[in-house]
């Protein structure tokens, strides 16, 4: 149970004690990760003659190019980076566990956060590319009888994000550490390839898929 909680990995000694999360001390070591990846992978990119890393990662930018054109339209080009670096950050906090250390998405403030952010992204695209009165209008389709439906969704929609990536995460390691206390050599490591590996990387397409559909039906009209 005492695994359950969010823990505090240190207290920075300013206005009587800021606490730092466990979640936010690994959200920095993946973020250190991302960045020193980022840099060794593109050092040597060049026009003629592309090496094999920069062939994948190509193949993999245009796979992604492609995937938020056809969810989002021909106003895609924007959305692209972020919905590729939330991909990244949330495939890496799941696979983190392998590891050793505790997944960020673990941590329902986490979740919630990118639930968020994911909010401010679905209906900032309505609002900027329809428009002010066009984004409220958008509440009212099909037909206005679903008006009062389509607000909630304002709520729901964040939050079925949130606890989809929370719940499927956390019961993993729920799992994973009762493994690990029956038999703690055998179980966890093949359980792990599917909870660790292949779960969270399913948990990662869902997220980043329904805030791209999401997004896109927002703005679909203005292709």
């Given at each position: 149970?005492?695994?359950?909680?969010?823990?505090?990995?240190?207290?920075?000694?300013?206005?009587?004690?800021?606490?730092?999360?466990?979640?936010?001390?690994?959200?920095?070591?993946?973020?250190?990760?991302?960045?020193?990846a980022?840099?060794?992978?593109?050092?040597?990119?060049?026009?003629?003659?592309?090496?094999?890393?920069?062939?994948?990662?190509e193949?993999?930018?245009?796979?992604?190019?492609?995937?938020?054109?056809?969810?989002?339209?021909?106003?895609?080009?924007?959305?692209?980076?972020?919905?590729?670096?939330?991909?990244?950050?949330?495939?890496?906090?799941n696979?983190?566990g392998?590891?050793?250390?505790?997944?960020?998405?673990?941590d329902?403030?986490v979740?919630?956060?990118?639930?968020?952010?994911?909010?401010?992204?679905?209906?900032?695209?309505?609002?900027?590319?329809n428009?002010?009165?066009g984004?409220?209008?958008?509440f009212?389709?099909?037909?206005?009888?679903?008006?009062?439906?389509?607000?909630?969704?304002?709520?729901?929609?964040?939050?079925?994000?949130?606890?989809?990536?929370?719940?499927?995460?956390?019961?993993?390691?729920?799992i994973?550490?009762?493994?690990?206390?029956?038999?703690?050599?055998?179980?966890?490591a093949?359980?792990?390839?599917?909870?660790?590996?292949?779960?969270?990387?399913?948990?990662?397409?869902?997220?980043?898929?329904?805030?791209t559909?999401?997004?896109?039906?927002?703005?679909k009209?203005?292709?």
């Amino acid at each position: 149970m005492e695994e359950l909680g969010s823990h505090t990995a240190f207290t920075i000694p300013l206005f009587g004690g800021i606490p730092v999360g466990e979640s936010v001390v690994v959200s920095w070591i993946i973020m250190a990760v991302l960045m020193v990846a980022a840099l060794l992978l593109t050092r040597s990119l060049r026009v003629q003659n592309p090496g094999k890393v920069q062939v994948a990662l190509e193949s993999a930018v245009e796979f992604l190019n492609g995937f938020v054109k056809t969810n989002i339209g021909s106003h895609w080009r924007p959305f692209a980076p972020y919905l590729g670096t939330v991909a990244l950050y949330i495939a890496l906090s799941n696979l983190i566990g392998i590891f050793g250390l505790t997944p960020p998405t673990k941590d329902i403030n986490v979740t919630a956060a990118l639930a968020l952010m994911s909010m401010v992204l679905i209906y900032g695209a309505q609002f900027r590319y329809n428009g002010l009165l066009g984004g409220l209008k958008k509440f009212a389709e099909p037909m206005p009888l679903l008006l009062p439906i389509n607000l909630m969704e304002v709520a729901i929609r964040p939050l079925a994000l949130c606890m989809r990536l929370f719940g499927n995460i956390l019961g993993a390691f729920i799992i994973m550490e009762m493994l690990k206390f029956v038999a703690p050599v055998i179980f966890p490591a093949v359980f792990s390839l599917y909870f660790d590996l292949f779960d969270g990387l399913i948990q990662t397409v869902v997220f980043v898929f329904l805030t791209t559909l999401f997004t896109g039906e927002g703005i679909k009209e203005e292709e």
